[in-house]
Every structure is written in structure tokens, then in C-alpha cells.
């Protein structure tokens, strides 16, 4: 009898102990996010944010009175989720546990722009040329700079924007240097920025949206590679460079020309000039070697359908691996094209004709193919069992 009195005395302990821990309170303050939010000093309080509501007039000052964060900078703003408010309560050491939250999910903080006020103003009447390109200039160094510090400081990074006249007037009439701010990674392509500064009318700020890229690596001089060289793999590298600074127009560099976007196109190649240090290779400043010289005695080779003939003649111009030079035979009464492959070595292609129909059976009639004169030379077939003989090249050009 005695053990029922005691759980029913401990039965009745434990709900009265819920109905503590379940009970509302009544005294909780209620703080209500609101939508939007204009901070009047230099700090954003609770009060600033929120609508808080209680039954202690004093709790509620002092809750109103709560330093949350600074204040964004005039004519920006920020966004301040509902839980955000909650943790920066819960680190200032305030029981959020006590208080009711609700409202807005999030609440836009900041000042609108200052209007500027025209009649106090003194701005150009109209934007000349010369206006027009400095504030240009200015507004890319400063989207440069910002690139530079906050995506990667050795990039040559391109920009492109519009700005209207009216900003261009703003600007003209800045009386601090340009800043920006905004963007995202990775940096490429459109980017939404803010171009901040200070008129004599007060701070203003200008959404601008950039389209941010970079150029395509290109060859570039590692270090100075003289007149005549050979361009070997230690002296060029794949680079960055920025259109306005790559020295491309510059009269010391490549002397125009388009540049060369792979080291396979560059490797091997003759120097037509010295190239300094970090400038760019053209097509204007290097050339394939030359490998027949005129007055060189060249082997000529003559294709035709199945059979390959092998002279000698005398080249009467200079040419490089792939050019077409005109070449004579040694008495000098024959010339003919020819296309150069190697040191010292042309070859002429005969139209896709059949050696059997004019008798060749063996290396002694192979003089008997026709090669015009003056030709130019065109692929001809896969030989598999290549015949040579060399023959004197008037039979070749014959």
C-alpha cells in the first residue's frame, strides 16, 4: 500500500515538472524580421532589423539596443537571413531559446544612393573624346586591379563594358580614385560589378555588369633569340598575354604579323631577326630554314604510277622545306617546278600515269616518262616497290 502512495506521489512530481517545461512564457519577447531595413548610424542593432515586442518595456529597449554587425557603406546594401540574426544573438551571449523569432526570412540592409543635387553641380556639358577615353582607362584599371587582388594576381585579364553619358559625367566629376566591388569566381564571362567613387555631390555608385575574359596562350620569347638562330624548345613558351601590353604593335617586336598559337609551328624555324626577351613570335619573324640555295645541285625525284626516277639538277632560286622553286638541268636547256622536301632534295610529280604503257619494264627506259615543263607539282600515288635510277634530268623534264 505504502509503494503505491509513493509512485503515485513520483507519477504525479513528473507531470507536475512537465507542465513546468511545456508551459509558455509568457514574459518571452517576440522579434520580428522585417523586409528591409535603413541603419542610422555606422552600427546595425536589433531594433534596426526587427520589430521587438514584449511585455517588459526595459527588455525591450535593451534587446532593441543589441550591436549586430556594421553598418554597409552608403548607397550599398547587404542581406541578413533570420538565422544569421539568431546566431550573432547566440554570440553576444543572448539566450535565443527565450525568444520567439518570426517575420522575414531575410532583410535587405543599406542606403539608397545620395540624389545628387543638379543645381549645386558642375558637371561638362558635353562628354568630349578625350573624357570619354580617360574615364574609360580609369574604370579598366580599377576593374583590373580588383581582378588582380580577388581572382589571380598574374593574369592578363580583358575586360569589356559600356557606360552610359550620364556615368560618364559621374565619373568625369569624381573626386576619389575608382573602386569596385562585386563578382564572382570563376571571373570568366559577364560579371555583375559596383564602380564606386566621391563627386562633390557625395558617394556614388554605379551597377555595371563587365564581360571578363582572357586570350589565348600564344608563343613568346623566353629570352633573346638572335638573327639566323634555329628556334629550339628552350626558347619559346606558352603564354598569357594581354592585347594592350603583348608588344605586338610595338615596331621592336615581330613587325605585325599573326602569332603562333603552338610550339610545333615555331620549333625548327629560322629567326628573320633578333626577338627580344618576351616578345611574341610571328609569322613575320621566323621562316622554315633554307635548304637549297640557288646554284645548289639538288637530287630531283619524279614520280609516276608506280615508279620513282632519281637526277640531278641545278636549283635557280633559294627555298625553304616546302616551297616551289624552279630548278634546270645541268646543261641549263630544261627547267622546270619543283617542290622542296630536304637538304638539297626536290621532287616533281608526273601526272598518274601507267609506266607499263610506255614500255618500262626496267630502270633503262624510265627516261621515256612525260613530265611537262613547268608543272606544278601535285600528291601522287603510294609507291610500294619503289624503282630508282638515276637518269640525266633531261629525261626527267623531258
Not at 508551459?23 to 522579434?31: C, F, Q, R, V, Y
Request: charged share 20%; proline share 7%; net charge positive.
Amino acid at each position: 500500500m505504502g509503494k503505491v502512495k509513493t509512485l503515485d506521489a513520483f507519477r504525479c512530481f513528473i507531470g507536475l515538472a512537465l507542465g513546468v517545461i511545456w508551459l509558455p512564457a509568457t514574459d518571452a519577447s517576440e522579434i520580428v524580421l522585417l523586409a528591409n531595413s535603413r541603419p542610422k548610424g555606422s552600427i546595425v542593432r536589433l531594433g534596426d532589423v526587427a520589430e521587438v515586442r514584449g511585455i517588459d518595456s526595459s527588455e525591450v529597449r535593451r534587446l532593441q539596443s543589441l550591436p549586430l554587425m556594421p553598418a554597409p557603406a552608403p548607397g550599398t546594401y547587404q542581406f541578413l537571413r533570420l538565422q544569421q540574426v539568431r546566431e550573432l544573438l547566440e554570440a553576444r551571449g543572448e539566450d535565443v531559446m527565450a525568444h520567439h523569432f518570426n517575420g522575414a526570412t531575410q532583410v535587405r540592409i543599406g542606403t539608397d544612393v545620395p540624389v545628387p543635387n543638379l543645381a549645386r553641380r558642375t558637371l561638362p556639358k558635353k562628354i568630349t573624346t578625350s573624357i570619354r577615353i580617360q574615364v574609360r582607362e580609369e574604370v579598366h584599371k580599377a576593374i583590373v586591379d580588383h581582378l588582380h587582388e580577388n581572382a589571380s594576381p598574374n593574369e592578363p585579364w580583358q575586360v569589356a563594358f559600356e557606360l552610359t553619358d550620364a556615368q560618364l559625367r559621374q565619373l568625369a566629376d569624381a573626386t576619389t580614385p575608382i573602386a569596385v566591388i562585386g563578382g564572382q569566381s570563376p571571373w570568366n564571362g559577364l560579371q555583375n560589378l559596383t564602380i564606386r567613387s566621391t563627386t562633390p555631390a557625395g558617394l556614388i555608385s554605379i551597377p555595371l555588369v563587365a564581360n571578363v575574359s582572357l586570350p589565348e596562350p600564344i608563343v613568346v620569347a623566353i629570352h633573346t633569340i638572335p638573327r639566323g638562330a634555329v628556334v629550339r624548345a628552350d626558347d619559346v613558351a606558352l603564354r598569357r598575354v594581354a592585347g594592350n601590353s603583348n608588344r605586338l604593335d610595338s615596331k621592336s617586336n615581330t613587325h605585325g604579323g599573326r602569332p603562333f598559337m603552338r610550339l610545333d609551328q615555331v620549333l625548327g624555324a629560322e629567326t628573320k631577326r633578333a626577338i627580344p626577351a618576351g616578345d611574341v613570335l610571328t609569322q613575320q619573324a621566323v621562316q622554315q630554314p633554307v635548304v637549297v640555295k640557288r646554284g645548289d645541285t639538288v637530287t630531283i625525284t619524279a614520280r609516276a604510277s608506280g615508279v620513282t626516277v632519281r637526277s640531278y639538277a641545278r636549283a635557280r632560286e633559294s627555298g625553304s622545306r616546302g616551297d616551289l622553286i624552279v630548278v634546270e638541268s645541268l646543261e641549263g636547256r630544261e627547267s622546270i617546278a619543283a617542290r622542296v622536301v630536304g637538304l638539297r632534295q626536290v621532287e616533281v610529280f608526273a601526272h598518274g600515269v601507267d609506266a607499263s604503257a610506255y614500255g618500262i619494264d626496267s630502270p633503262a627506259g624510265m627516261d621515256r616518262i612525260p613530265i611537262q615543263k613547268n608543272q606544278t607539282p601535285r600528291p601522287g600515288p603510294v609507291l610500294d616497290d619503289e624503282l630508282v635510277a638515276k637518269q640525266p634530268v633531261a629525261g626527267i623534264l623531258r
